[in-house]
Structure formats: C-alpha cells, structure tokens
C-alpha cells in the first residue's frame, strides 16, 4: 500500500485516523496505541503478509534485549551492558545481512575467483533497512537513557509506526516515546489536524506532480543506456538532471508526507529533508539530504571510527568508510557503493579545500557541487557499471553533441556547434517538441529545487498558496495515472 495510491488516501487513512480517536475516547491511550499498531502491522502486511512476523520477532528481540541493557546500565553494571549491546546490534545486522548482502557477496565472491556460486534468491523484506536502523537506535539509547525500554506496546507503535516504517524517518526513541505518554495524546487535536493533512498533501503533489513526471523523462535516457543504446550529450544530460530532481521531489515528498502523517496523529518527526540543492558545499549537502540517516551514520559510524578526533588523514578515512558504507546500505550493488565512495571522494576533497582556505564566489560553489551531486546520482541510477560509463560518456560529450533539425535550422550559426537529426530519440517521447517540453520542465523543476523554500520553511499562507496551486494536478494524477509509482526509497 503505497502513500500515493487511491487505496491508502481514500480507504486505509481515514479509516486509521478515525479508528485511532474512537479507540482513544472508548478506552484512553493504550486502546490508541493497540489500535494503531494494527493497523501499522496491517498496512505493512499489505505487500507480504509473511514478512509481519519478521517484524514482529525483531522488535520482540529487540525489546527483551533492550530491556536487559536497560537494567544493567541503571544498576550501573557498564561492562555488562556494552556486551549486550554489541550482541543486539550485531543480531540485528546479521539480520540485515542475510536478507541484503548474502547473494550479493556470493555473487561477488563468484565473479573474483571464477567459481560458479549457487544463489539463495531471498526475497528482500521491505523496509529492513529502516527498521533495523530504528532498532539499533533503540538498543543504544537503552543504555543511555534506560527508560525508553519501560512498556513494550509504545516501543513496538514506535517500530511499526506506518508514516515512517518504510523509509524513515529514523527517529530517537527518546523523542518520539515521550510524546506517547502526553496528555491528550489520544485524542483529535484540530491544528495537528489541518497542518498534518496540508503536509501530507503538499508532499502528495511533489510525489505525483513533480517526481513521477521527471522520472518518466529520467528512465527514457538510463533505460536506452542499460540496453547499450549510445545517448549524445543532451540526452545523458537531460536524463541525468531529470532524475536529479526525480529522486529530490520523490524523497522530499515522501519527507513531508510522513512527517504531515504523523503530525495528523498528533506526533511530530523531526525535519529529514531541507532543500538540499541549495546549499553551496557538499558537506552541508548531507546536513540537509536524508537528516535521520546522515545522523545516524554519523552516530553510529563515523564517531566510534574516531571522527575528527585523531589528525587529518584519519578523519579523511572516516569520512571515506562511511560514505562507502551508506553506499552499501542504499543497496546490495557496487554501482551504490561507487556512489558512496563518490561523495566519500567529494567530502575529502571538500576539507582538503577548507584546509586550504580559498574561498569561492557562492554561485560558482553552489555550481560545483551540484554538478558533483548530479554526475554521482548516475550510478546510483545507472542499471550496470556498463551503463554508467555509457552515461558518463555520453556526459562528457565524447559521443556527440545533437540536437533536432528544426531547432538547428532555427539558430543561426547553431550548425556549426551541434549535430542535425530529425530527433532525440531517447530524450521525452522523441517527439520535435519534446526538447523544448522537456527543456522548460526541468527549468521549472530546477527553479522549485534551487530557489523554493521548502515546505516547513512555508507561512501557512505560502502552503495555503502551494496547496491552492497544486491541488487539481494533484487530483488529476491521483485519480488517472496509468499506475502508482512506488518512492524510489522504498527499495532500500
């Protein structure tokens, strides 16, 4: 069941929302929370059922583990709890491990040494990643602060909760389990009400609008590149910078929508997403791009490597580990973990050059960082190490540079430049009007991301304006979109 399908707006919310406070007023928070755990459960089971009692039994794992840890780290039996600790985070990714990595490194094992390596073909539970994240942060802060392991049904609606169990936010237990025990938690709260739905919407239309028509544009060019189809600069490009605003609108979307979920059953995530092509190094680029992830390698990664805390060159092989890791975690490919050594690449750069102490007009920094962001994001895209090089190729213009006829004819001088053909066949729908229509969609689309704020960032007049704007767009792909599209993120 997706956020964006007519399913979940028109059937599964209303009756989650409504069930929720009829719960809460019949029998107070603990029918509130039983209810929404149901329905967490059912919403997750819609996909496969099977995998409901894999969620179950992590988060009872997680919990009695949790509760051990707990109560040796109030006795203050230190030692004790770090063992345990280590025992449940390492469940935990051993877990994680079996179901993404297993036939990825055998796969890899069997491509090194020739050796032809029988596959498992597991089938990748959804949302395991997030879930195991969430869990991880849950056993930690079991040790730091013991309380959050007092009552297992808030920790399992905390696990479960659907507005953000398939791709996040990863949220602090310590945040989210004391707004379960405020006052009035259980019942309809008319601002959370109005703010959440205008949320929810507004990341709806970022989704419907924005995000699914860009990548109609993005799949035509990497769909030609992953078949060994050769793309000229305008259509690698185009392709490259559609599926940029493609993967920005998707999360962005599916950031406010969680976020105006949960707000509508009166909890409040933090901010995960925070216009980050606007910013002018790569650094703050993973301040504002995935905020719970970034937070969480930060955490649980790259301090405990050492972090800044052992000279330069150490803190440059920190930054380098964990970028490769998170690439590893988007997924099982090395094409992901080129991605990740990519922005691992970019950030010891960036320090080297903050070392250095030169500084550059913003524009031209905001310039090159978004052209760095851009040219890893294919990769991440790409179907195949071939098909990233056919990309990159095409990008650096070494497989020529054309553009339709009739635009040719029309610019004076424009022949000597670039080649005539009739069209761009992997640009659009290879129509003569598909540059341009493409042209002015991305213009628009790069507009929103670079000079937009964001919608948290809104007056309530500003999102009444955005939600007046994008209201019938919305509808018309709700109702008529040959088919929902699923968040890019749910795959990981």
């Given amino acids: 069941m997706l956020f964006n399908s007519q399913l979940f707006v028109l059937g599964f919310l209303p009756t989650c929302l409504g069930g929720f406070f009829v719960a809460g007023r019949v029998g107070g928070r603990g029918w509130a929370l039983g209810w929404l755990l149901l329905a967490s459960l059912f919403f ?23 509760r051990h840890i707990a109560g040796l780290a109030s006795a203050g039996n230190e030692t004790r709890a770090r063992a345990w600790l280590t025992v449940g985070i390492g469940g935990n990714l051993a877990l994680l491990a079996w179901f993404k990595y297993a036939d990825f490194v055998l796969a890899s094992f069997g491509s090194v040494t020739g050796i032809n390596m029988p596959t498992l073909d597991l089938f990748l539970p959804l949302a395991i990643s997030f879930f195991t994240f969430q869990q991880i942060l849950f056993l930690l802060d079991c040790r730091a602060r013991p309380e959050v392991a007092e009552e297992m049904l808030p920790y399992a609606c905390l696990v479960a909760f659907f507005p953000h169990l398939i791709a996040g936010p990863i949220v602090r237990p ?4 004391p707004q379960f025990a405020n006052a009035g938690f259980e019942k309809p709260d008319t601002e959370n009400l109005i703010a959440g739905c205008t949320m929810f919407l507004l990341g709806l239309a970022k989704k419907l609008v924005l995000a699914d028509m860009f990548g109609r544009f993005a799949d035509v060019g990497f769909d030609a590149a992953a078949s060994g189809a050769t793309l000229n600069l305008f259509e690698a490009w185009y392709a490259a910078l559609a599926y940029a605003l493609q993967i920005y609108f998707d999360f962005s979307g599916y950031s406010d929508m969680a976020i105006g979920l949960a707000r509508m059953f009166n909890i409040r995530f933090p901010l995960n997403f925070a216009s980050p092509y606007q910013t002018a190094d790569i650094s703050d680029f993973w301040r504002r791009w995935h905020i719970s992830l970034s937070r969480f390698l930060r955490d649980t990664v790259y301090i405990p490597l050492g972090g800044n805390r052992h000279g330069e060159g150490r803190r440059q092989a920190n930054l380098m580990a964990t970028m490769l890791l998170g690439g590893l975690w988007h997924g099982a490919a090395w094409n992901f973990f080129l991605w990740g050594g990519l922005h691992g690449a970019f ?146």
Avoid: C, K
């Fill in 347 to 492: 950030l010891v750069v960036f320090s080297v050059w903050q070392r250095v102490g030169v500084r550059l007009p913003r524009w031209t920094a905001q310039g090159l960082t978004i052209l760095a962001v851009v040219v890893a994001w294919v990769p991440f895209r790409a179907a195949s190490f071939s098909a990233t090089g056919q990309m990159l190729h095409a990008m650096a213009g070494l497989d020529g540079v054309a553009l339709p006829r009739r635009i040719v004819e029309g610019v004076p001088g424009l022949a000597r430049l670039v080649d005539a053909v009739p069209v761009l066949s992997f640009l659009g729908d290879g129509r003569n009007l598909s540059f341009p229509e493409v042209t002015a969609a991305l213009a628009v689309g790069w507009g929103i991301a670079l000079l937009a704020p964001n919608v948290q960032a809104l007056t309530e007049r500003g999102r009444s304006l955005a939600l007046a704007g994008s209201f019938a767009l919305t509808v018309q792909a709700l109702f008529f979109a040959p088919s929902v599209s699923p968040f890019l993120y749910f795959r990981f």
């Fill in 174 to 177: 310590s945040e989210i389990l």
């Fill in 44 to 66: 997750y089971g819609w996909w496969a059922p099977r995998f409901v009692f894999l969620l179950i039994g992590s988060m009872s794992f997680n919990f009695i583990i949790g």
